[in-house]
Nanobody, 126 residues
Framework: QVQVVESGGGLVQAGGSLRLSCAASAHTFNFYGMGWFRQAPGKEREFVAAIAAISGTTYYADSVKGRFTISKDITKNTLWLQMNNVKPEDTAVYYC???????????????????WGQGTQVTVSS
């Protein structure tokens, strides 16, 4: 059973930075594509970023491109989402997810991911 656990959320001022972490096993990071999604109140869950298991190719939503960076360190069993220059519209619950599709071909679709964490709240104040 694959388990992913997010941490690192909190309150940050607009223009600031925050780094989210997702803990999982080395096996997960070696063979599963990984993604970050977010969901704001009253809105659908939306894609933020993804990383392919083997190639390490990264994908980003247009809304976060140039501000957020997804990365992983298998030696530390950790996936990160570095969030810079955050905006109030980045406020949401952020979820880490794992996909059996190691290349995350359909990286932006929530249905492409098989395992989800419980989420961590990020609040950006203006």
């Amino acid at each position: 059973q694959v388990q992913v656990v997010e941490s690192g959320g909190g309150l940050v001022q607009a223009g600031g930075s925050l780094r989210l972490s997702c803990a999982a096993s080395a096996h997960t990071f070696n063979f599963y594509g990984m993604g970050w999604f977010r969901q704001a109140p009253g809105k659908e869950r939306e894609f933020v970023a993804a990383i392919a298991a083997i190639s390490g190719t990264t994908y980003y939503a247009d809304s976060v491109k140039g501000r957020f960076t997804i990365s992983k360190d298998i030696t530390k069993n950790t996936l990160w989402l570095q969030m810079n220059n955050v905006k109030p519209e980045d406020t949401a619950v952020y979820y880490c997810a794992a996909s059996r599709d190691s290349g995350v071909y359909y990286f932006s679709l929530p249905g492409s991911y098989d395992y989800w964490g419980q989420g961590t709240q990020v609040t950006v104040s203006s």
